[in-house]
């Protein structure tokens, strides 16, 4: 029995690819991605009784999609099957003059965006309760009370200078992305913390650092993460406490205080307010929890109960 001659479509993702081996020089593994999306393009079409490149809308490439994201494919796989279809219809408009590109303005479904991992207040007070008053117990504590009195980066944190900190306005200035500079205020607690460890701090003459190694050199950002997560082993936490969370859980609870989103992007150092959007979704949950323990309605009816 003699094979099936290939339709349209795929006659023309053959001559398409062999534009791209020898024209385009691709790669044998770029070449075999652009086939496999090619066929899964083919496969659709063919199942929607439309076998011929020409015949396809916008319609059948958001169904060609929309398939594809059923099928549980990651929005990175399924964008890259866009690419290959966009470039295979780039492609046949050059060659029959008549540019037209039904998956030009067709997009990915966007993956859902992971909210940051914060800690409640009971967990950053039981993560902040340093038994250690040696010199390495007093800087990790000063370093973790600044992390969550004024929301740093690791990066800022890393670079803060003696001269930042100006202790009788209660202000830090640190240097963030993109260069920028900010000021933000530093709480009672973390000034406290920080006295006492400039007391027993050792350092190079020339050293300017804050925080610094025993060897009294500048404490890297590797250093800090690892001394933040030792402090969260020793206190029990059950999760890796890192510098975000604590930048995240500061965002998170003075959101939830103030509910001034212009304030936490300004002390945040965000560039663009959209960024700091996503404490909202935060803030909402934890308003829904409220909700939810305290709204008499709120609560599900109990099935011995009617309606």
């Keep these: 029995m003699a094979a099936a001659a290939p339709d349209s479509l795929q006659r ?10 020898d024209v385009r020089q691709l790669s044998t593994h770029t070449l075999d991605n652009y086939r496999r999306d090619l066929d899964s393009l083919a496969y659709y ?8 490149a020409a015949q396809l809308d916008e319609a059948d490439i958001r169904g060609w999609v929309s398939q594809l994201h059923r099928r549980g494919l990651a929005g990175s796989s399924i964008q890259r099957s866009l690419s290959a279809a966009r470039s295979f219809f780039n492609y046949l408009g050059r060659e029959s003059g008549q540019p037209r590109n039904p998956a030009a303005s067709v997009q990915a479904p966007r993956k859902p965006r992971r909210l940051p991992k914060t800690l409640d207040v009971d967990q950053v007070d039981r993560f902040l309760d340093f038994a ?7 800087r990790d504590r000063a370093m973790a009370e600044l992390f969550y009195s004024s929301g740093l980066r690791l990066a800022e944190l890393a670079a803060v200078d003696l001269h930042d900190i100006d202790t009788h306005t209660r202000l830090l200035t640190v240097t963030g992305k993109g260069n920028k ?5 530093v709480g009672a607690a973390a000034l406290d913390a920080i006295a006492r460890w400039l007391r027993v701090r050792e ?3 020339d050293e300017t650092a804050l925080f610094t190694s025993s060897r009294g050199g500048r404490l890297s950002a590797r ?10 082993r020793r206190t029990g ?7 975000h969370m604590l930048r995240h859980s500061f965002a998170s609870h003075m959101l939830e205080s103030s509910g001034n989103l212009r304030a936490v992007q300004e002390l945040l150092g965000h560039a663009n307010i959209s960024t700091t959007q996503i404490y909202t979704h935060l803030d909402f949950q934890h308003l829904a929890k409220v909700y939810d ?8 009816v109990r099935q011995d109960e009617p309606e």
């Excluded at 023309?12 to 081996?21: K, M, N, P, S, V």
């Excluded at 250690?132 to 007093?138: R, V």
């Excluded at 250093?223 to 969260?232: C, K």
């Design 12 to 21: 023309a993702a053959g001559q398409f690819l062999d534009y791209l081996r």
């Design 45 to 52: 079409s063919r199942s929607q009784g439309k076998p011929d």
């Design 132 to 138: 250690d008053d040696a010199p390495l117990g007093l």
């Design 181 to 185: 500079t900010r000021t933000v205020p």
């Design 203 to 205: 350092a190079d003459d």
């Design 223 to 232: 250093s800090i993460q690892a001394r933040l997560r030792l402090q969260g």
């Design 237 to 243: 936490m059950h999760q890796d406490v890192h510098p």
């Design 293 to 300: 323990a305290a709204h008499p309605r709120a609560k599900k």
